[in-house]
């Protein structure tokens, strides 16, 4: 019988499993819940501060027949906020998210602070993974990042951001560079401090917003250079989320040295992995149907989404945090019960 | 020498639709001083370059940097034709409050959608991006807006959208303030299922405000 990590890992690296794990990486992907709120008493805000409570309170999905991982942080705004930016930390139910810029154009990205990742929520965060990791050595602990295009437009309006990229493209890609050797850093230290996994999510950094030439411009690069400084560090999987639909930018996904791809429930599983055949195939159950649905049903989506080619199962997106744990349970306990198929999926696909 | 009329116009909207603000500007600036009509500069000029903008988004010839720079050249086109209109074409226009629900600060969509929706002669209020629901429901009464556009990312924040149709039907304004809304994680049905009006994007927005406006469509 494979651990979570050991299951995982196989799967990230393309390898035949007994069935498709089931996760949720955490950061933009939220995983946390009220119902684990009420199981572990601990809550947000408090634990995105707090790296007891945010270990508690991770470690609680899996604990209670949740997700097969833990992942910190819950949210996308640790490093935006290392580098300057006004964050409310939201509240019980309400991610936490930025109020103010520093920047107001990408020529001042030499006035961004460099992230202290001993410093701060950073260094919250690693306390947290190195909790994790010793609390259960079976459950692979994922590490997360702020995608670098939605880092640079979490530190400068979003809309000057998009029409900088062109009008100042020089400028615009010293910013990105600057940014992306940050993420490095926090992406190291997280890994460092026990992950097994990085997930790096792009929600503003997709082929809808950018388009496919923005895609490979802006944003493969920068997240490939992300990819190859951590695999210099260790050999841990690296997951890439990319939000919206990814039909214009199947090249770029390929272009992309991440070992899966992570997606929106907008995206067909089965076009994309029929067109992106070198990464394993990680989704998407809609998170509405999560929040919304009922447990029979939601077996049922998770069921097709493996089916249409999925190889490591997980919600679409973050979850809303008033979604029942028991929706949660019903598609883990789901990918528990597929055996057989995901072997078969793992031979066609793979 | 004096450029025709027609010529001008087309040459506005061309310089809208390639992003450049400066030739807009220029072209603007000698409509003006020939004196043609300030609202036909927008309507056949400014505003139909931005359309054609619109239209090469909806075939993914432009995305949102492209459409941006558009807009920056409409509306710097529009700073110089702007002082030049008659007063009554300035008013009697249909009234729009838009923002992005609370627990939300992504408001790309948002944006676009009021860009395109003052493109086509709306007079739209923004609130910005993470406003509680109630807030929507004062400034529509407080400036007897016809409409209110809603726009999220995130599945958790749905909610506030339902919340803002609920205070309508409570005040019982649910015939005279429509609600649309749209984004990432919205669906035709879950619009349906809260009462309000359903948008897939910048553009088709603008088709249904003009519709709402206009036929005053039921849900």
Redesign the interface.
């Known amino acids: 019988m494979l651990t979570p990590k050991e299951r995982l890992s196989l799967a990230l690296r393309g390898n035949a499993v007994d069935r498709p794990p089931c996760i949720c990486p955490g950061g933009m992907m939220n995983m946390i819940v009220e119902d684990v709120m009420d199981l572990t008493g601990k809550s947000w805000p408090e634990a995105h501060t707090d790296a007891l409570l945010m270990a508690d309170l991770a470690a609680g999905v899996y604990e209670n027949g949740g997700f097969e991982n833990f992942g910190v942080p819950f949210c996308m705004t640790v490093e935006a906020e290392a580098m300057g930016a006004k964050v409310n930390m939201?509240t019980r139910?309400?991610?936490p998210?930025?109020?103010a810029y520093p920047l107001q154009s990408v020529e001042e990205w030499n006035k961004l602070q460099p992230i202290d990742v001993n410093a701060g929520r950073a260094k919250i965060v690693t306390e947290a993974i190195a909790l994790l990791k010793a609390r259960n050595p079976d459950v692979p602990v994922i590490a997360n990042l702020c995608g670098p295009v939605s880092l640079a437009s979490s530190l400068i309006e979003?809309?000057i951001y998009?029409?900088e990229?062109?009008?100042k493209a020089d400028k615009a890609h010293e910013m990105m560079e600057f940014v992306t050797s940050n993420l490095i850093a926090f992406g190291k230290a997280q890994i460092q401090a026990g992950a097994s996994v990085l997930a790096i999510s792009d929600?503003?950094g997709t082929g809808?917003?950018?388009?496919p030439r923005?895609f490979q411009n802006f944003a493969v690069p920068y997240l490939n250079k992300i990819i190859a400084a951590i695999r210099e560090e260790s050999e841990v999987g690296i997951i890439v989320h990319i939000?919206?639909r990814l039909k214009?930018i199947y090249s770029g996904i390929t272009a992309l040295d991440s070992d899966a791809i992570s997606f929106?429930s907008?995206t067909n599983a089965k076009a994309l992995s029929e067109s992106v055949t070198n990464k394993a195939i990680m989704g998407n159950v809609s998170?509405?149907i999560l929040?919304k649905g009922a447990p029979e049903k939601l077996a049922l989506v998770a069921r097709q989404c493996v089916e249409n080619g999925v190889t490591i199962l997980s919600p679409a997106?973050?979850?809303?945090?008033?979604t029942a744990l028991a929706n949660i349970r019903a598609i883990v306990d789901a990918a528990k019960s597929m055996k057989n198929a995901s072997l078969n999926q793992k031979t066609c696909i793979l | 020498m004096a450029k025709d009329k027609a010529e001008l116009l087309e040459k506005m909207a061309k310089s809208v639709v390639e992003m450049d603000d400066d030739l807009t500007v220029e072209l603007a600036q000698e409509y003006v001083d020939q004196q043609y009509d300030g609202y036909d500069a927008i309507n056949m000029g400014l505003a139909k370059g931005m359309d054609r903008a619109g239209q090469l988004y909806e075939e993914?010839e432009?995305?949102?940097?492209?459409l941006?720079?558009c807009s920056?050249a409409m509306y710097s086109g529009l700073e110089i034709i702007r002082p030049h209109l008659k007063q009554q074409e300035r008013s009697g226009k249909s009234k729009i409050v838009i923002g992005v629900v609370?627990?939300?600060?992504?408001?790309?969509g948002k944006?676009l959608v009021k860009i395109m929706l003052e493109t086509s002669g709306f007079d739209v209020v923004d609130l910005g991006r993470?406003i509680p629901p109630i807030d929507f429901v004062e400034k529509a009464k407080e400036i007897h807006a016809d409409l209110i556009a809603l726009s999220t990312?995130?599945?958790?924040?749905?909610?506030g959208m339902e919340e803002v149709c609920q205070i309508l039907k409570e005040q019982d304004l649910t015939e005279r303030i429509k609600v649309m809304v749209g984004g990432?994680?919205i669906?035709k049905s879950?619009a349906d299922k809260i009462g309000a009006h359903y948008s897939e994007d910048a553009t088709k927005a603008v088709k249904l405000a003009q519709q709402l406006v206009k036929e005053e469509i039921r849900c």
Do not use: A
């Open positions: 939201g139910i309400n991610e998210r930025v109020t979003p809309m998009y029409k990229l062109y009008k929600p503003s809808e917003i950018l388009g923005g939000c919206g214009n929106d907008i998170t509405f929040e997106c973050g979850i809303g945090p008033k | 993914e432009y995305y949102i940097p492209e941006l720079m920056d609370e627990g939300d600060t992504h408001d790309i944006n993470d990312l995130m599945t958790t924040t749905m909610d990432g994680p669906s879950f």
